[in-house]
């Protein structure tokens, strides 16, 4: 077996044992629900490249839920998940309902977090609280072992009265 074909060999193994071990976020109860997928790149004999929708509800807060946008690499490279995926993502956080606090949290507390590439790439979302503003901030961004990444994007939900339940002040359950 040539030089090549063992590397590669060794990269496919190597995926396989971390989606089967630390998976990407294959079913749990808490990853993120697709809504729909937009192709922007069109490649006639591969995978196009799209974006994808996705709808996530906060695991602590319940009432607020967020949608984010990922790019997926389209070819053979993103359909074999050999391509690093793209940094961007945008994200839009919403009171849904009446917000109620499962527990405490801290400052930059993780939301979600999902593998971007083979091996050291991943995406996150963080939760903060703005005492003064009684406001949640969401700040979703990618960042790898050796070099950060600048790509970010922050959004933000004041916590509203909801019919006749008031609203809980998201500096009491801060965890200092």
Same mark, same amino acid.
């Given at each position: ?9 060794? @990269? ?10 630390? @998976? ?22 591969s ?6 929708v ?19 690499? @389209?070819?053979?490279k $993103?359909?074999?998940?050999?391509? &690093? ?11 849904? $309902? ?7 949290? &801290? ?16 995406l ?19 960042d790898?072992?050796? &070099? @950060? ?21 998201? $500096? ?5």
């Amino acid at each position: 077996m040539s030089i090549g074909k063992c590397i590669m060999a060794a @990269g496919f193994s190597a995926m396989l044992m971390m989606n089967t071990v630390a @998976g990407p976020a294959a079913a749990a109860d808490d990853d993120p629900e697709l809504i729909f997928k937009k192709s922007t790149v069109f490649r006639l004999l591969s995978p196009n490249a799209k974006l994808a929708v996705y709808a996530l509800d906060d695991p602590l807060v319940e009432g607020v839920a967020c949608h984010f946008t990922l790019p997926e690499i @389209g070819g053979w490279k $993103g359909w074999a998940g050999f391509a &690093e995926e793209r940094s961007e993502v945008s994200l839009a956080c919403r009171q849904v $309902g009446p917000v109620t606090f499962r527990e405490k949290f &801290e400052q930059g507390d993780e939301v979600y977090k999902q593998r971007r590439s083979l091996f050291f790439k991943k995406l996150q979302i963080v939760r903060g609280c703005d005492a003064a503003r009684n406001t949640l901030v969401y700040l979703v961004y990618s960042d790898r072992i050796i &070099e @950060g990444s600048p790509q970010n994007s922050t959004s933000t939900v004041p916590i509203m009265p909801w019919g006749n339940s008031p609203a809980p002040k998201c $500096g009491e359950y801060m965890d200092k």
